[in-house]
């Protein structure tokens, strides 16, 4: 059974923007953080964000920082990552997992700290 949902994924120019979403109706996403990995072909998933459950702490990886911001709306137990000026290097498929704490541990790139996880939105950067 599919946890979460991810959406908003696309082809998009090196540059561009696009703005995922990480959604679920089988329990209260807002009790947890939530983070963002990524997986591109032939490489490891690795960690992209992680955003507290009251969205206070956010937590990036160093190839995004400054480029790539989470946010979420408890309410519609929604997540999202906008994702702004995009290079061919950001391609891949884009996960969201909901963590089993409220917070990102120091930890939160790794795939254990998750507990369920979407099925991925494929994130395509031409050159």
């Known amino acids: 059974q599919v946890h979460l949902v991810e959406s908003g994924g696309g082809l998009v120019q090196a540059g561009g923007s696009l703005r995922l979403s990480c959604k679920t109706s089988?329990?209260?996403?807002?009790?947890?953080?939530v983070a963002w990995f990524r997986q591109a072909p032939g490489k490891e998933r690795e960690g992209v964000s992680c955003?507290?459950?009251?969205?206070?702490?956010?937590k990036y990886a160093d190839s995004v920082k400054g480029r790539f911001t989470g946010s979420r709306d408890n309410a519609d137990y929604t997540v999202y990552l906008q994702m702004n000026a995009l290079q061919p290097e950001d391609t891949a498929l884009y996960y969201c997992?909901?963590?089993?704490?409220?917070?990102?541990?120091?930890?939160?790139?790794?795939?254990?700290?998750?507990?369920?996880w979407g099925q991925g939105t494929q994130v395509t950067v031409s050159s």
């Open positions: 997992a909901s963590s089993r704490a409220a917070y990102c541990s120091s930890s939160w790139y790794e795939l254990d700290w998750y507990r369920y």
């Open positions: 089988l329990f209260a996403l807002d009790e947890y953080a």
């Open positions: 955003l507290s459950r009251t969205g206070t702490t956010t």
